[in-house]
């Protein structure tokens, strides 16, 4: 993050060449990847270098499946911490180590979460040489499964409890990221999606999503994306800049509808984050709405005209997860229940005829509170996440005081 409090952005958005956009369906997943990746990145990482980072790191599949006519699931829960931000963590934890040099002074990574990012950092960066991970969560705020895969890895892992909301916890990293004594004493910088190296490999599985799509035979695409700090938003964007010929962006959120508010005519007015039960997305000041104005600096009109914003709020919520899995006995998590509402009711506003891709957010297994029981008992339990069960929480806990932050990482170092 840089001094001024910006956020980094490519100087140039790069269009990928016809030939390879026409001929998505012919490539896999890996090879997507590289080709995007390549594009972005231009000459940083030789090509062979880049190509071993993608396959260790997109080792997992991300299937769309099809629920109705034209209405498809993009599951991104089949990583490692059973969360779409698995893309981002294990990618940006190669790249990291990648430019690591024997010597270096260690890499200490800040990272504030709502719900699955400290899960995916941390599994991600678990064991990764001459870097130690800080996750900060809100207390009370994050689900049992979800504290359990931040609190119990040790090594360089480590957590911290704090008393607010993850507004709260984001805001302490930013300042850390500004304060003059922390960058002398560390080398910091973040594994959230204001880093742009998160955002990057998750463009990967908008251009392969809409690569199955079309073995379908399906042209016309719609992505609806459930949002809360607006970096999986903010990919699918960069993949529409980069010539993804997608039809139409849906901003699916739960009751923090700062963005949907925008989209549908009120002032862009950031507010206190509130909790709901689709807690990843309790963001009330979406740090990535920065990039996405930067990429339509030119013309908000056409911002607008791309992206229809939605909101629901708990009730909502959970109507939907059982209607979803009423119709198409499919489980879906609080997160991934919005996507599919917001899908549905863009559709029927005379969209039919354009195919919806919901993308999913988490393995459902990760909110078992939520559900109903009849609902709740046809969730798998992975293995990985049963046996998280016998391991000791290890979590400091702190205030949203930022001089008491800084004195535990001073303390700590």
């Not at 997943?29 to 231009?42: D, R, S, T, W, Y």
């Not at 001459?130 to 040790?154: A, C, F, H, M």
């Not at 039960?277 to 104005?293: E, F, K, Q, T, Y």
């Not at 607008?304 to 939907?320: H, I, P, R």
Request: glycine fraction near 6%; charged fraction near 20%; include cysteine.
């Amino acid at each position: 993050m840089p001094q001024d409090k910006g956020l980094y952005m490519p100087v140039e958005i790069p269009r990928l060449d016809d030939k390879f956009i026409n001929n998505l369906d012919s490539y896999t997943l890996p090879e997507i990847a590289f080709h995007v990746a390549k594009n972005l990145l231009g000459d940083d990482i030789l090509e062979v270098d880049l190509k071993a980072i993608i396959y260790d790191a997109i080792n997992f599949y991300a299937p769309i499946v099809e629920l109705e006519e034209n209405v498809y699931v993009l599951e991104l829960f089949h990583g490692p911490s059973l969360a779409f931000k698995d893309f981002g963590a294990r990618f940006m934890s190669r790249v990291m180590s990648y430019f690591l040099k024997e010597g270096e002074k260690q890499l200490d990574i800040l990272v504030a979460t709502s719900g699955d990012t400290g899960g995916a950092v941390a599994l991600g960066f678990l064991g990764v040489r001459n870097t130690r991970v800080t996750i900060l969560y809100p207390k009370g705020k994050v689900s049992d499964i979800q504290e359990l895969q931040l609190t119990t890895n040790g090594q360089n892992i480590r957590a911290i409890e704090i008393d607010g909301t993850f507004d709260d916890c984001q805001a302490l990293v930013k300042q850390a990221f500004t304060d003059t004594e922390l960058n002398k004493q560390f080398r910091l910088t973040s594994a959230n999606s204001i880093n742009i190296a998160r955002l990057i490999p998750q463009t990967f599985y908008y251009f392969n999503a809409y690569a199955q799509a079309l073995k379908e035979g399906k042209t016309k695409i719609a992505f609806s994306v459930p949002s809360g700090n607006f970096g999986n938003l903010g990919a699918g964007l960069l993949a529409w800049k980069m010539g993804l010929p997608v039809e139409h962006f849906i901003a699916a959120t739960n009751a923090n509808d700062t963005v949907p508010q925008f989209l549908n005519g009120a002032k862009y007015q950031p507010k206190p984050s509130v909790a709901t039960l689709s807690n990843a997305m309790d963001v009330g000041d979406p740090s990535n709405w920065v990039r996405i104005a930067d990429m339509f600096k030119d013309s908000m009109d056409e911002l607008k005209n791309l992206v229809t914003g939605f909101s629901y709020d708990d009730e909502q919520t959970l109507k939907a997860v059982e209607w979803v899995y009423d119709d198409y006995k499919y489980v879906v998590c609080p997160h991934t229940a919005i996507a599919w509402q917001a899908l549905k009711d863009w559709q029927q506003d005379n969209h039919a005829d354009v195919t919806g891709i919901f993308l999913s957010t988490a393995h459902p297994c990760k909110f078992p509170d939520i559900f109903p029981d009849r609902i709740a008992k046809q969730i798998p339990v992975p293995e990985k996440v049963a046996s998280l069960k016998n391991k000791p929480k290890l979590a400091a806990h702190l205030d949203k005081n930022f001089e008491h932050f800084k004195a535990y990482l001073l303390k700590n170092g």
